[in-house]
């Protein structure tokens, strides 16, 4: 008997295969297939169960209709029918973005070996990054799909953003940090158009990790976003149901303070779903962190790093940036002064760490009440329980 689920995979199987089409530029095929698929989402919204699932497979199934009516458009106009003025105003009308524009490339330097304790998250992310790149082979034996997305979450000035460059490195993967604000474009179906273009663009790479970071801000729940912001989404949808690791060689990373405002679709199996608590850093951590900011700073013989990590638990790693800098402003504003320079104290950082206090303490109280809200305990327990 057909079901929500059949219909919904078959649909992904039309969506692949017209959006295959479409860039080989048989855009009559892709239009016929685009629209298949768009039924076989209609139909499975009209048996989902869940309020949830309904409702994403409906915006599924709009959003596709929507893009099989542009090919035909796009189709029916005659090659060189548009005047001159139209095609100027289409070329610089802000709805296109090139590679520079999306996105900042780059190779990373920073593995796991530069990152002090966290092992719990590193063997995470492993697991859910790396090995799909480096043991492929195993993947496809044992069946399991690779190419999910994964989500990073925790307070904000935790590392998020350092640990998706040390997966990259780890894998030898080119690491995509995408300017999630170069997304956003004022123009009617230009972000949309955008999205699609950040995953063609790093489809071309050999070996690559797409990272969104702060997806919350074009990946908001859509029962609570205007239209442009669903079909963003939307986009985000189609992209990531079509990522297969195996042709594509291709991980989608995505890091974010509210993982509890992003539509719950997208952490659905398939898309992001693996999500990984990123806290803030434990003991190993935290003296690797200090070591990295004093490094260059001249130290009094009464300062042990070992007991500054032990005097800053619950601080975050850019809270322990500022508190070095805080610290070495002391001796600094006496010698301009015209006191005699003099070694950073153990005495000065007892003096910052008495007026400043972990910044995500506050972070901690929001979070439990927003998750509480929406009802989603038992995805966010991990974070609850600390």
């Known amino acids: 008997m057909n079901s929500a689920v059949t219909f919904a995979a078959q649909a992904r199987g039309y969506a692949k295969a017209a959006k295959d089409l479409e860039e080989r530029g048989d855009k009559e095929r892709a239009r016929e297939l685009y629209l298949k698929a768009a039924k076989l989402y209609n139909d499975a919204s009209m048996m989902a169960g869940d309020d949830i699932d309904r409702n994403t497979q409906r915006d599924l199934a709009e959003h596709l209709f929507t893009k099989a009516q542009s090919l035909k458009r796009s189709a029916a106009v005659p090659s060189g029918g548009r005047s001159d003025s139209r095609r ?9 973005i090139s590679k520079d ?94 999205v699609k273009q950040v995953f063609d663009i790093a489809r071309g790479e050999e070996r690559s990790i797409i990272f969104f970071d702060e997806i919350d801000s074009i990946a908001a729940r859509r029962s609570e976003s205007e239209d442009y ?40 199996p398939g898309r992001f779903s693996k999500l990984v608590f990123v806290p803030e850093p434990d003991l190993e951590a935290r003296e690797a962190i200090l070591k990295i900011h004093l490094k260059k700073r001249p130290l009094d013989d009464n300062v042990d790093i070992r007991h500054l990590a032990e005097l800053t638990d619950s601080y975050s790693g850019a809270d322990l940036a500022a508190i070095c800098k805080e610290a070495a402003d002391i001796p600094l504003g006496e010698a301009l002064r015209g006191g005699e320079a003099r070694n950073i104290g153990l005495q000065d950082f007892k003096m910052v760490l008495e007026k400043r206090k972990p910044s995500i303490v506050s972070w901690y109280i929001e979070a439990r009440s927003a998750i509480q809200k929406s009802g989603e305990e038992q995805v966010f327990a991990e974070l609850l329980n600390k």
Request: proline fraction near 4%; charge should be negative; include cysteine.
């Open 88 to 96: 100027d105003q289409d070329s610089n009308d802000g709805s296109s």
């Open 101 to 194: 524009d999306v996105f900042l490339k780059e190779i990373p330097k920073v593995g796991f070996s530069d990152i002090g304790g966290l092992e719990d998250v590193k063997e995470e992310i492993r697991k859910a990054i790396i090995y799909p790149f480096t043991h492929k082979e195993l993947y496809q034996m044992y069946g399991q799909k690779a190419g999910e997305g994964i989500l990073l979450y925790g307070p904000p000035g935790c590392g998020k953003t350092m640990m998706a460059k040390a997966a990259a490195k780890e894998c030898g993967a080119d690491f995509i940090s995408v300017k999630t604000s170069s997304i956003v474009s004022k123009w009617v179906g230009a972000s949309e158009k955008n």
């Open 229 to 268: 912001a669903k079909r963003v989404v939307n986009e985000l949808l189609a992209q990531m149901d079509g990522v297969d690791t195996a042709s594509d060689n291709l991980l989608v990373l995505a890091a974010t303070n509210e993982p509890w405002a992003i539509d719950p679709a997208l952490r659905r």
